[in-house]
């Protein structure tokens, strides 16, 4: 018999929800997350004191209250590395490292609620210390009262631009531009969407209020093309773009001395375990990429298999705890701990909020949609996957040669098989495949091996002594 | 770069040279903040490597605490952390 009767992998809002609300139902469940406590990236637990304040940390706590008066088993500081059918019983196997070492579960049913990771795509000079992410800047802004640079330039799209260049601000840092991708039009599109969250809405509002006051300049339709320094960023060039993102060849770019730069171009969801078990995807470009196929509750293609939250598909922070919370009804639904009736009665209100809050975080999502022009206007000795450290001239020749898929990509060049295991390149992959003209079905999902996330080899070994490794005798000749 | 405030102060060393950091800061933040941001080389051409993602996905900050590699940015400093940067395979 299986020991818990759901596993729940990430403790963001999505995961901590689904948690509290299977527990409250009587199943026995686990939850995994890497960080210290719940929270994921955007209720992100503060490092220390000082480092609080704002909707998130209090949302943020709450989460966290909620979870630990739950009946939930919470496994922090462990890293979920492996996911397969189990042995001995009906369900699925987990192995996870964590301060103890290496710790194997078994559960009847499994939700998928990892979150994202950041999705940047690549420009001249990118690899320089002193470039960081837009989410890795929110952290060290948010988390770690740390500023990213004394002169920082914000550049790529979506809400975080604003976010990012506030914060910095706050801590007293300069902001040297603010660069955006999208322009008015692009942001006008988005406002039916944004009107569903008036408050979260007017909180942008008052941001590009604060950075107006502070005399940031505001560069629209612009892109980052090259970063520039010695042993770490000296200055960065900018310019206006296309519509779809490609470099403006008529106008001049601009150059900017800073000692900082961040960016991102939206979040990438983290699909990797449903990928693995080998659960059916799409490929959605405004949800995030490769998703896993959900039906209105969360059920993947598999029995027994759940997916919510960004994770699953960018709806946002609103909308995860709601598509979190219908995941765990359906799994108590599916094991057979909740009728027919009763499961319609509660997941009916949650899928109306789900539908709702979900209209914001796509609207958001949508400003991060990849466009072509970003990777096509890309310059050959640009740095394309930065863990094997091939250009962007190194796969275009690969794919020019006849490398039609990630998988081709991947065999040729061996972009992808670096430690971030393609989370940072097979975006960037992807995009140059389709600027080859192949399709998303030739491109084909990254294939998702374990060990999902690096682990120790110690941690899965143990200690031995050579000595006691039994060697079997060699046959005779 | 770390805001002046309240906290805890910690000293740790890196490369041998003592630095502080504020209680719960990662390593990570830590050496940024006391302008440390090259920490890793890259694989081909050895050029500087500074943190990156800061969540556990770069592998450019990649150190040495204690003696075991681990991401910096998802370690906090504790008092007395002997931390280096890796010696690069020749």
Redesign the interface.
């Known amino acids: 018999m299986s020991e818990y009767d759901l596993a729940v992998v990430g403790g963001g809002p999505a995961g901590a929800a689904a948690a509290i609300e299977a527990a409250g139902l009587g199943l026995r469940c686990l939850l995994f997350d890497e960080g210290s406590d719940a929270g994921g990236q955007v209720y992100r637990p503060p490092a220390f004191a000082a480092a609080t304040g704002g909707p998130d940390a209090a949302a943020g706590a709450a989460l966290r209250a909620g979870l630990a008066g739950s009946a939930v088993e919470r496994a922090f500081g462990h890293r979920v590395w492996f996911a397969g059918p189990a042995a001995e019983a009906a369900g699925f196997e987990l192995q996870a490292v964590g301060p103890e070492g290496n710790r194997r579960v078994t559960a009847r049913a499994l939700l998928a609620a990892a979150g994202t990771s950041e999705r940047v795509f690549p420009c001249a000079g990118w690899t320089l210390p002193g470039v960081t992410g837009l989410a890795a800047a929110t952290i060290l802004l948010k988390s770690q009262k740390v500023l990213p640079g004394r002169r920082v330039v914000v550049a790529g799209c979506g809400p975080l631009l604003p976010l990012v260049a506030v914060g910095i601000l706050e801590l007293g840092g300069a902001v040297a531009a603010l660069v955006d991708l999208n322009g008015p039009a692009d942001w006008l599109a988005a406002l039916p969407g944004l009107a569903a969250r008036p408050d979260l809405a007017l909180r942008g509002l008052g941001w590009l209020a604060r950075l107006r006051r502070a005399g940031v300049p505001l560069y629209t339709r612009w892109g980052v093309r090259a970063v520039s320094g010695r042993e770490a960023v000296e200055a960065v060039e900018i310019g206006p773009v296309e519509a779809d993102w490609r470099p403006s060849r008529q106008r001049p770019a601009l150059r900017i001395e800073a000692d900082a730069l961040c960016l991102g171009h939206g979040l990438l969801p983290a699909s990797e375990l449903t990928r693995l078990l080998g659960a059916a995807h799409a490929y959605r470009p405004e949800a995030g990429g490769w998703l896993p196929v959900l039906d209105e509750a969360g059920r993947t293609s598999l029995p027994l298999l759940y997916a919510a939250g960004d994770g699953a598909r960018l709806l946002g922070a609103g909308a995860a705890p709601l598509a979190g919370r219908l995941a765990a009804l359906a799994a108590a639904r599916d094991l057979g701990r909740l009728s027919e009736a009763a499961f319609a009665q509660r997941a009916a209100p949650l899928r109306r909020r789900l539908r709702r809050a979900a209209r914001f975080g796509t609207a958001m999502a949508r400003l991060c949609t990849p466009r072509p022009g970003l990777v096509e206007g890309l310059g050959a000795d640009a740095v394309a996957c930065r863990c094997e450290e091939l250009t962007r001239g190194e796969l275009g020749a690969a794919i020019a040669a006849g490398a039609g898929s990630l998988a081709a990509l991947k065999a040729a060049t061996r972009c992808g098989m670096g430690p971030c295991g393609g989370r940072l390149c097979n975006a960037t992959a992807h995009a140059l495949l389709a600027a080859a003209g192949r399709s998303a079905a030739e491109i084909g999902a990254p294939s998702a091996r374990p060990p999902l996330r690096p682990v120790p080899l110690a941690a899965l070994t143990g200690s031995f002594d050579y000595a006691d490794v039994p060697i079997r005798e060699l046959s005779p000749r | 770069?770390?805001?002046p405030?309240?906290?805890r102060r910690l000293r740790f060393t890196f490369d041998g040279v003592s630095l502080e950091a504020?209680?719960?800061?990662?390593v990570a933040?830590a050496l940024?903040?006391a302008g440390f941001?090259?920490?890793a080389r890259?694989?081909?051409?050895g050029?500087?490597?500074?943190?990156?993602?800061?969540?556990?996905?770069?592998?450019?900050c990649?150190l040495l605490v204690d003696g075991?590699?681990v991401?910096s940015?998802?370690v906090?400093v504790r008092e007395g952390l002997v931390v280096e940067r890796p010696e690069r395979p020749a």
Do not use: H, K, N, Y
């Not at chain 2, 890259?42 to 051409?45: E, F, L, T």
């Open positions: 770069m770390t805001v405030g309240p906290g504020i209680a719960g800061q990662s933040a940024w903040a941001r090259a920490l890259a694989p081909r051409s050029a500087p490597r500074g943190p990156f993602c800061a969540m556990g996905v770069c592998q450019d990649l075991v590699a991401e940015c998802r906090a």
